[in-house]
């Protein structure tokens, strides 16, 4: 294929500053130390894990560090960062454009570019995503001067938001019928609630996941991102260092709106041409009362309630930032709008791989491991992407990776240690399971799914310090129905029968 003047050409190119793009750029410098490796990214910032733990044999914990991409490049003599995001792919050429109109050729091309916020209504000046450090923010800000905010979605972000906001009414629409939904059951949300209105805060557990650092300090201005220039996600602990305080002076209030989403927003003056009726915070065990206040903007849920506010945040997931690539590829796309990707994590088109949040596991998967738009599997992917691609230059075979054995997340909502494992929520197993459930107010709560006397999943909140045993378990599917209910027996002590 004839190169174009002034395309430059690189064995190896990746797209994403986020975790997936620079751990699969890490890798592929480590694997091919004579090779320049070009990470091309629209943010002036790169997102670095650090202080990686292997917990067990599928958990891990990192902390997730933004740093100047110089700091990568001077770790790796090899790597080469372009500042850009990428205008177009011209995949029949091996060719990437990027926004500054220069052109790249590649042998092998990774695609890491993340997602993005789903906003629930665009271009509302009153909406606001938060997805990356930009957006976190600007929330801050906001919500300095904000009395009462009216929250959508019911994923990690949002659960954090609600638990930290104080001095201000937060009225929370879950479209599911408890919070927390993506990481765990009701039982579950039933044990977290009363931390959302315990009045006094216990010092929070030193939280060592994420360090924003901006070159030099803080106060230079930063170039304000316009809201389609994408900055990385977001992962656990990211209101560490945001101080989320409102402008009354109680701790914490909070009313939770359930099964129910959002129907319209009203400014205040077609709020007022309306002449409907919106309803105060509501109080204990009271019916709910209209509101004489005036509100910068109202929400109306699809349950029939109107909430004025100052301010909504939309935290309802995630889609997968595909745009730029589809314009004149044939890309084949999952139902969630990633691009697919085979057990080997390689795209429809060839010499083209995805990882991370852009692309759609579409394998057989293991029976107790699922996607899910995660930090952690993110990594992974981007690690095995790295090896996958470096196989097929070498002209040698991979294996799966273990990682994609089984599901398994650690993190942290409310100030619990929340462990996540296989088929956590039953996802997929129909009405054949069981569940067994162990849990003591205020200190740990355990649920395990079995299914013909086999461990599938477990949820594990607090220090309880099964997680390795239980994920040995669900992976060497013992049948266990021989235990019953002991099983769960605080008495007797597990480990002794399964290490």
């Not at 039982?187 to 030193?206: H, N, S, V, W, Y």
Request: a negative charge; proline letters at 4%; charged letters at 25%.
């Amino acid at each position: 294929m004839a190169a174009s003047a002034g395309a430059a050409r690189s064995r190896f190119v990746v797209v994403g500053g986020g975790i997936a793009g620079v751990t699969c750029a890490e890798k592929l410098a480590m694997e091919f130390p004579s090779e320049d490796v070009l990470l091309v990214t629209a943010s002036p910032v790169i997102k670095a894990v650090t202080n990686f733990k292997q917990v067990s044999k599928t958990l891990e914990e990192f902390d997730v560090e933004e740093q100047p991409s110089s700091l990568l490049e001077k770790r790796y003599h090899n790597i080469k960062v372009v500042q850009s995001g990428v205008k177009q792919l011209k995949s029949d050429e091996h060719r990437i454009v990027t926004e500054d109109g220069k052109e790249y050729m590649y042998e092998k091309l990774c695609l890491c570019a993340g997602a993005k916020p789903k906003l629930i209504f665009e271009g509302n000046p009153y909406v606001l995503g938060i997805r990356d450090t930009d957006s976190a923010q600007a929330f801050q800000k906001n919500l300095a001067q904000a009395e009462r905010i009216v929250v959508v979605g019911n994923g990690g972000i949002a659960l954090e938001l609600v638990y930290e906001i104080e001095g201000c009414e937060v009225i929370w629409a879950i479209k599911d019928k408890a919070i927390g939904n993506t990481f765990f059951d009701a039982g579950a949300a039933e044990f977290l609630i009363p931390k959302l209105t315990a009045e006094k805060r216990e010092t929070p557990i030193e939280c060592k996941r994420t360090k924003y650092t901006m070159e030099g300090n803080e106060e230079k201005e930063r170039p304000i991102a316009a809201a389609d220039k994408l900055g990385s996600a977001l992962g656990p602990d990211w209101h560490e260092g945001l101080a989320l305080k409102g402008t009354k002076e109680f701790s914490h209030k909070v009313h939770i709106e359930v099964l129910c989403e959002v129907k319209k927003i009203h400014l205040q003056e077609e709020f007022i041409r309306l002449q409907q009726t919106s309803f105060t915070f509501p109080k204990e065990e009271k019916n709910i009362e209209p509101d004489e206040v005036l509100w910068p903007v109202y929400v109306e849920l699809t349950n029939g309630k109107i909430y004025g506010c100052n301010f909504i945040v939309s935290a309802t997931g995630v889609v997968p930032n595909v745009k730029p690539f589809l314009d004149g590829n044939n890309f084949a796309v999952g139902e969630d709008g990633g691009l697919k990707v085979d057990k080997h994590m390689h795209t429809s088109l060839p010499d083209i791989y995805a990882a991370g949040d852009i692309c759609t596991a579409s394998w057989e998967p293991s029976p107790v491991w699922h996607q899910m738009r995660l930090w952690t599997q993110a990594r992974q992917m981007g690690w095995y992407a790295a090896k996958c691609m470096a196989a097929d230059v070498l002209g040698e075979s991979v294996d799966m990776d273990f990682s994609f054995e089984l599901f398994a997340h650690v993190t942290k909502f409310f100030n619990y240690k929340v462990v996540v494992l296989g088929k956590y929520n039953a996802q997929g197993l129909g009405v054949d399971h069981e569940l067994m459930l162990r849990c003591t107010k205020g200190q740990e709560y355990v649920k395990v799914v079995m299914q013909n006397g086999r461990m599938m999943g477990a949820v594990l909140i607090g220090e309880t310090d099964l997680e390795e045993t239980f994920e040995n378990l669900i992976l060497n599917q013992m049948d266990l129905s021989a235990y019953g209910e002991d099983l769960l027996n605080p008495d007797i002590d597990i480990e002794d029968y399964f290490d």
